[in-house]
């Protein structure tokens, strides 16, 4: 049962542009959500997150905003450049936890 | 910021045989590493928490027969895929947490994974 669903499995944006990632959940118990950024051949590197008691967290470029009641959360990145392109997850834990519920990811390409 | 290494990248072996996947720390201590399986257009799905001195934690559906884990010291952990098989074919990548002094929710650092592939 996929707890954290990411519908979209590519995104296409102009460089410059804004991207914007989403991110479903269905467990209201989730507290804390990340997001990852992934290279071909590499692990996971950590870029932003947000605890479930804030609904906007800001880094540079990237903001995260969460929408609790609808249990959604997104990945703004603006301006979008070209070494951003890879592949995005969001993961989620529950309460302290040390496991993420990984979302599918979705593969970004900013386009020069 | 927090490194973690895995080796070996890549691996491939035989039906039957045994492979051994290390994940270390670099620069920081960690008492829990955790090993995670990824499939092809799938999320990573976390397979055993390692705990250091003691055993590991896995989670339902993982057989901890057939993935042994070590995690004999502070900066390292180990996954042994035993008797390996086409199905155990994968994406496998070891992250840990700095032990010390970090909240609860640190991120998690990864290592690059290592891409098993059994024939």
């Known amino acids: 049962d996929q707890q954290v669903k990411q519908n979209s499995p590519s995104l296409s944006v102009q460089e410059g542009r804004i991207s914007i990632l989403n991110c479903d959940y269905t467990n209201s118990m989730f507290d804390y959500f990340l997001w990852y950024k992934k290279y071909p051949a590499e692990g996971p590197t950590f870029l932003i997150s947000?605890?479930?008691?804030?609904d906007k967290n800001e880094d540079g470029r990237f903001t995260v905003f969460l929408n609790k009641s609808a249990k959604h959360l997104s990945l703004h990145i603006v301006p979008s450049q070209p070494g951003d392109s890879a592949v995005y997850f969001c993961a989620a834990s529950l309460g302290g936890a040390n496991n993420l519920f990984f979302g599918t990811g979705t593969r970004l390409t900013v386009i020069p | 910021g927090a490194v973690v290494s895995q080796h070996p990248s890549r691996v491939i072996c035989k039906s039957g045989t045994s492979v051994k996947i290390e994940c270390r720390s670099l620069d920081f201590q960690a008492t829990t590493m955790f090993w995670y399986r990824q499939f092809p257009k799938k999320s990573l799905m976390l397979m055993a928490t390692?705990?250091?001195?003691?055993?590991?934690?896995?989670e339902q559906g993982v057989e901890k027969d057939k993935f042994l884990i070590n995690h004999a010291s502070l900066t390292l952990s180990t996954l042994t895929v035993t008797s390996a098989h086409p199905e155990d074919s994968s994406f496998y990548i070891c992250?840990?947490?700095?032990?010390?002094?970090?909240?609860?929710?640190?991120?998690?650092?990864f290592g690059n994974g290592t891409r098993l592939t059994v024939t």
């Open positions: 947000i605890s479930s008691i804030k």
């Open positions: 992250s840990a947490r700095p032990a010390a002094g970090t909240a609860y929710n640190s991120p998690l650092h």
């Open positions: 390692s705990n250091e001195g003691s055993k590991a934690t896995y």
